[in-house]
């Protein structure tokens, strides 16, 4: 009753305000509407080495009002409800503020406060952030800006996301972020960049400077129909330079290539990808999670090592695509040993109730 007490309030107050604040706007339009994912995604890696098993399950309430004025404007307001499962300490794991407005065109997108992450086209791969970071921190705060080709296979997109408030115990955070991708009949190319600043904190025993982390990630696909059957297959090249200024003060540039490989068949993925270099996340045993937010299998520091994952997945939709099942067995190897995952993930978007 709690929960949804506080929800009612917050959704009245919302509609107060912006039918106070808009009254003069020609044509604007209330929305209500709600998000809803359940997530189970469980990892095996006792045969590795390196890599930690742990297991993620979890749900999350979007409840959701907006305001939409001359086609291409939306002011909007959500509540983020997320619960562990498992959690018995309390009502919910966590409650967090989505407000933003967005200029929506069919080539233009333009987004500014706190606004879902699943908004960005780029930076997709494990390399930057994996499933529990995509889930646990699905808000960015800040901006992001994307203009996209007619058809759109092609964009280019700038995006800013400040997630570390600098206070006495908090380090200051914020990542910049841009992506592009150019497609022509079957081919693509593009990159993926992100320039990650994790910095001081307010706390003058705490012996921390600016750590810098920069990725950037080209790549090179073909994607094209054999049949009924949809072939993906391409290469990325990922360099990364990485430098902490209150240790070893040097730049360290670790660098691997990554090749994959796609075949879709109604709603049926099979996808095979082996990355081959360093360990891209340097500082990893230093700062773990707090600075590197991508699949742990990436960090392990000894050079030249194979990962190799291979996945097989299924993905439906249902109810005039408002319903959404994704699930999925991925196998891995680090060359040291084996482990699995395994995932469910079932979503509800409702954006006009």
């Not at 997945?313 to 680090?334: I, P, Q």
């Amino acid at each position: 009753m709690f929960i949804f007490g506080m929800l009612r309030r917050s959704l009245l107050y919302f509609v107060v305000l912006l039918l106070l604040g808009v009254g003069s706007l020609s044509a604007q339009e209330l929305k209500l509407g709600v998000d809803f994912v359940t997530l189970f995604d469980n990892t095996e890696y006792s045969g590795m080495t390196q890599q930690k098993s742990e297991t993620l399950f979890s749900s999350r309430l979007t409840p959701k009002a907006s305001l939409n004025w001359d086609k291409s404007n939306n002011l909007v307001v959500a509540l983020d409800l997320t619960k562990d499962f498992g959690d018995n300490t309390n009502i919910l794991s966590s409650k967090e503020l989505q407000l933003y407005y967005n200029y929506s065109t069919e080539q233009v997108k333009l987004f500014a406060g706190i606004f879902p992450r699943a908004q960005m086209r780029g930076l997709g791969s494990d390399i930057f952030f994996d499933r529990a970071h995509r889930f646990y921190h699905n808000r960015l705060s800040g901006v992001l800006a994307r203009k996209e080709s007619a058809s759109g296979a092609s964009f280019i997109e700038f995006a800013m996301d400040y997630n570390g408030k600098r206070t006495f115990d908090t380090r200051e955070a914020f990542e910049l972020m841009t992506a592009a991708r150019y497609a022509e009949r079957d081919v693509y190319v593009g990159y993926d960049i992100m320039i990650g600043h994790y910095a001081k904190d307010y706390n003058p025993a705490t012996a921390d400077d600016v750590v810098d982390n920069f990725i950037f990630a080209p790549y090179l696909g073909v994607d094209f129909k054999a049949g009924d059957m949809d072939v993906d297959f391409g290469v990325r090249y990922v360099q990364s330079v990485q430098r902490d200024r209150s240790m070893e003060n040097i730049f360290e540039c670790p660098k691997g290539v990554e090749g994959y490989v796609a075949m879709r068949y109604n709603g049926l993925t099979v996808e095979n990808r082996t990355y081959l270099g360093e360990g891209l996340y340097t500082y990893y045993d230093r700062y773990g999670k707090a600075l590197y937010h991508g699949l742990q299998h990436y960090a392990p520091p000894h050079k030249n090592y194979p990962y190799n994952a291979l996945t097989l997945s299924y993905r439906e939709a249902f109810s005039k695509n408002t319903v959404f099942l994704d699930f999925g067995f991925t196998l891995e190897s680090d060359s040291r040993g084996w482990g699995t995952r395994q995932w469910l993930c079932v979503s509800v978007m409702l954006d006009n109730i």
